[in-house]
Antibody, heavy 118, light 111 residues
Framework: EVQLLESGGGLVQPGGSLRLSCTGSGFTFSNYAMNWVRQAPGKGLEWVSTISASGGRTYYADSVKGRFTVSRDNSKNTLYVQVNSLRADDTAVYYC???????????WGQGTLVTVSS | QSVLTQPPSVSAAPGQRVTVSCTGSSSNIGAGYDVHWYQQLPGTAPKLLIYGNKNRPSGVPDRFSGSKSGTSASLAISGLQAEDEADYYCQSFDTRLSGWVFGGGTKLTVL
């Protein structure tokens, strides 16, 4: 069974930083692109970033470009996103999602909440 | 403002059929990229419902079906049940943004 477990969220002041992690199990992690998607309270889903299976290619939404950095350690089956220069509108539940050949998110983690507030 | 457009809400009685539309543009759905649908029950993570426009993952009832035509796609749910009450999101890929795009979500109410 595919499982994804996010961690690293919390309360952070504006301008602060966090590193979110997502550990996968039940599949060959290194074979799949991985994605971060966030959901602000009471709002819809927003794509944040995608990283290729090898980690060689990364893509970002305009809203986070230059502030967020996605990476992965395939030896640890773990996906990361370093989130810097946080703003109030970055407050959201951050989900990791396993990519598939069709371009969908076939499995999602339970999410980790990031709250940006002074 | 979401790149893909969905109605904010739909409703129908148990046993009836409902459809949710998803409209994109020439840089996403109209460019030939697949459309996928997710169901998000209250307080839970999204779950893949339909992938590749019309395919159901294992375990998804055949009451759920998807279609795509031109720059739009639709999710149909037949034989509505109370447990279908949830938010539904469409998703595709946008070549201009080089990433996933989502609809704003549609809240389904089972009357």
């Amino acid at each position: 069974e595919v499982q994804l477990l996010e961690s690293g969220g919390g309360l952070v002041q504006p301008g602060g930083s966090l590193r979110l992690s997502c550990t996968g199990s039940g599949f060959t992690f290194s074979n799949y692109a991985m994605n971060w998607v966030r959901q602000a309270p009471g709002k819809g889903l927003e794509w944040v970033s995608t990283i290729s299976a090898s980690g060689g290619r990364t893509y970002y939404a305009d809203s986070v470009k230059g502030r967020f950095t996605v990476s992965r350690d395939n030896s640890k089956n773990t996906l990361y996103v370093q989130v810097n220069s946080l703003r109030a509108d970055d407050t959201a539940v951050y989900y990791c999602a396993k990519g598939d050949l069709y371009g969908s998110g076939s499995s999602w983690g339970q999410g980790t909440l990031v709250t940006v507030s002074s | 403002q979401s790149v893909l457009t969905q109605p904010p809400s739909v409703s129908a009685a148990p046993g009836q059929r409902v459809t949710v539309s998803c409209t994109g543009s020439s840089s996403n759905i109209g460019a030939g990229y697949d459309v996928h649908w997710y169901q998000q029950l209250p307080g839970t993570a999204p779950k893949l419902l339909i992938y590749g426009n019309k395919n159901r993952p294992s375990g998804v009832p055949d009451r759920f079906s998807g279609s795509k035509s031109g720059t739009s796609a639709s999710l149909a749910i037949s034989g509505l049940q109370a447990e279908d009450e949830a938010d539904y999101y469409c998703q595709s890929f946008d070549t201009r943004l080089s990433g996933w795009v989502f609809g704003g979500g549609t809240k389904l109410t089972v009357l």
